[in-house]
């Protein structure tokens, strides 16, 4: 009976701390995908102190910052909201060239200059509004 209490705690302490990596030298991966709520609690994030960006809620960001530790990118932190608004209005202004750009958020269609004029509005208003599609949105 000692042996096997210690043979269990020997295969737990093991697979705790990452012993049982039979791959130690490939990057990390993430395969995580969380269902997240529509529910708007905006949260302001950074990933280089220079660009802002607002996701939906926590779970959004969590998402996100799976897929960019699968791309090997700095994941986004939470900001206070006045600092992510700061470097948005720091940003460089959105091309002169129209490529209008559909966005949505909840049930509300909306049409934007470009992508760049759709994500500082996001950054203005937390509105987390999502591409819809490339151009004008379809009047109703």
């Not at 990596?21 to 102190?49: F, G, H, M, Q």
């Not at 992508?115 to 950054?123: N, P």
Request: aromatic content about 10%; some cysteine.
């Amino acid at each position: 009976m000692k042996n096997s209490l210690f043979l269990i705690s020997l295969i737990l302490h093991l697979a705790v701390f990452g012993f049982c990596d039979s791959k130690p030298n490939e990057p990390k991966r993430c395969s995580i995908a969380y269902k997240c709520s529509s529910l708007a609690e905006p949260v302001w994030t950074t990933s280089d102190d220079v660009h802002c960006e607002v996701f939906r809620n926590n779970c959004y960001l969590l998402n996100d910052n799976c897929q960019r530790v699968n791309r090997d990118e700095p994941e986004a932190k939470k900001i206070e909201k006045e600092r992510c608004q700061e470097l948005c209005e720091s940003a460089p202004p959105c091309s002169e060239v129209d490529t209008p750009v559909c966005g949505y958020y909840d049930e509300e269609k909306q049409t934007f200059a470009s992508q760049c004029d759709m994500k500082k509005f996001v950054c203005k208003t937390g509105k987390t509004f999502d591409l819809f599609a490339e151009g004008e949105c379809p009047k109703v």
